[in-house]
């Protein structure tokens, strides 16, 4: 069956970067992008962006330009999410979610990876 | 706030129906993009309920439906059960935000 799994939780002071991993399988990795979403405590979920595994294109979501940078090794099924520049507003879970396409559902997610910043 | 706008609860009594609203504009839902809508238990992952606007997954119970018209679209869930209280998000794409998959703010559900 189709399961993403992510890299465990992180605690970072403020300033650092985080790198979050998210392990395909079940599916043919190159076939669909991978998102990543992120939830502060009891709020709303927020895209950050999309890769391609196969082209390793990206897209960002404007409040995290020049902050974020998506990635892959399509080697091992995974793909890489790093935030610099943390602050405490950061501080939330961060999932992966897969799509067939720009304008399609996510239809499969990870658990999702809690990041804690702070001082 | 969030591009796409859902009452922030709704509560219904089991058995009953209740409907829950995302309103969009005219640079996503009034174009023409798909409205996907997503439940989250408590603690968990979200998981796709609609998507393409009226599509149930495999698994879905059909008491979960979509629609969609101009600039909005609803999700309704009939014959409401206790395990349906949880977090519901709807999603579509805004070509104003160059390429951004936009959510809603959420819809608390409580079963009363």
């Given at each position: 069956q ?28 190159s ?11 009891g ?77 | 706030?969030?591009?796409?706008t ?107």
């Open positions: 189709v399961q993403l799994v992510q890299s465990g939780a992180e605690v970072k002071k403020p300033g650092a970067s985080v790198k979050v991993s998210c392990k395909a399988s079940g599916y043919t990795f076939n669909y992008d991978i998102n990543w979403v992120r939830q502060a405590t709020q709303g979920l927020q895209w950050m962006g999309w890769m391609n595994p196969k082209s390793g294109n990206t897209g960002y979501a404007q409040k995290f330009q020049g902050r974020v940078t998506m990635t892959r090794n399509t080697s091992i099924s995974t793909a890489y999410m790093e935030l610099s520049g943390l602050r405490s507003d950061d501080t939330a879970f961060y999932y992966c979610a897969r799509t067939r396409g720009w304008r399609k559902d996510f239809d499969s997610w990870g658990q999702g990876t809690l990041v804690t910043v702070y001082s | 706030q969030s591009v796409l859902q009452p922030p609860s709704v509560s219904g009594a089991p058995g009953q129906r209740v409907t829950i609203s995302c309103t969009g504009s005219s640079s996503n839902i009034g174009a023409g993009y798909e409205v996907h809508w997503y439940q989250q238990l408590p603690g968990t992952a979200p998981k796709v309920l609609i998507h393409d606007n009226t599509n149930r997954p495999s698994g879905v119970p059909d008491r979960f439906s979509g629609s969609k018209s101009g600039t909005s679209a609803s999700l309704a869930i009939s014959g409401l059960q206790p395990e349906d209280e949880a977090d519901y998000y709807c999603q579509s794409y805004d070509y104003m935000l160059s390429g951004s998959r936009v959510f809603g703010g959420g819809t608390k559900l409580t079963v009363l």
